[in-house]
């Protein structure tokens, strides 16, 4: 993975984590970018509570 794509990911779980934490929601560009995830990456949102499971859009 390069430094700039693990940058993007940090990006948007930070504000995916600060929405949650202020029980809010997330900005547009964090919601739309963890629509597209791919479904392991989505799994893992899911899984710690920062995305709503079955909003993955399918991509391909």
Known sequence: M???AASTIERHV???V???E???QPDA???KWASGVEQRIHA???KWGLVEPGRLRHTG
């Open 2 to 4: 390069s430094k700039r």
């Open 22 to 24: 202020a029980n809010v």
């Open 44 to 46: 893992n949102l899911v």
């Open 14 to 16: 930070e504000e995916l």
């Open 18 to 20: 600060r929405a949650s």
């Open 29 to 31: 560009e964090a919601t």
